[in-house]
């Protein structure tokens, strides 16, 4: 079972100084996060910045063009668990043959998603391991797991950084 969620905004973890992705469930107000390891939040942060900085007109989207080119429609973002504690994310596309799933690797799958405002598909199972990951009550001392998920309802996107959404 999936929860269609959305790209709420960035962060930084204050218990592990790790990015963070803060995705948003409108329906519930709930608010998860997606940690990153610090590669993958180069690679989001270097397209964003980019794409801002020849933001021109005439420049041409080479994933859009591909894709429109192939008659691929991006729909959803799908993510989900994985034994080893990571995520896995797949990509749903339409076309006039009918629907194709595709694998991407998360920082991908998140750019896609912003790219094209597509809504994120949390599995129910990575949704409880990012609302209170195992153990998090032994790795969290004093309270501090409740005071983020105080920061987390308490967000306001502004405070959130520049980033375009």
Avoid: H
């Avoid at 992705?21 to 980019?50: E, F, R």
């Avoid at 020849?54 to 959803?76: F, Q, Y």
């Avoid at 405002?117 to 501090?144: H, K, Q």
């Amino acid at each position: 079972m999936y929860r269609e969620m959305t790209i709420y905004g960035f962060g930084l973890d204050p218990a592990t100084r790790l990015p963070v992705i803060i995705l948003y469930d409108a329906l519930t107000d709930l608010k998860a996060p997606l940690w990153l390891n610090s590669g993958d939040l180069v690679s989001i942060a270097t397209d964003l910045i980019g794409r801002e900085l020849s933001g021109g007109k005439e420049s041409v989207d080479l994933v859009k063009a591909i894709l429109e080119n192939l008659c691929l429609t991006p729909e959803r973002v799908f993510i989900d668990d994985q034994d080893d504690g990571g995520y896995r994310s797949t990509l749903l596309f339409s076309s006039p043959d009918g629907e194709s799933v595709m694998p991407f690797a998360p920082p991908e799958a998140i750019l896609m998603a912003l790219r094209f405002t597509l809504p994120v598909m949390v599995s129910s199972t990575l949704l409880e391991r990012l609302i209170l990951p195992a153990g998090a009550s032994d790795r969290v001392s004093g309270g501090e797991w409740g005071a983020y998920e105080e920061v987390l309802e308490k967000l306001d996107p502004k405070e959130m950084g520049k980033f375009p959404m």
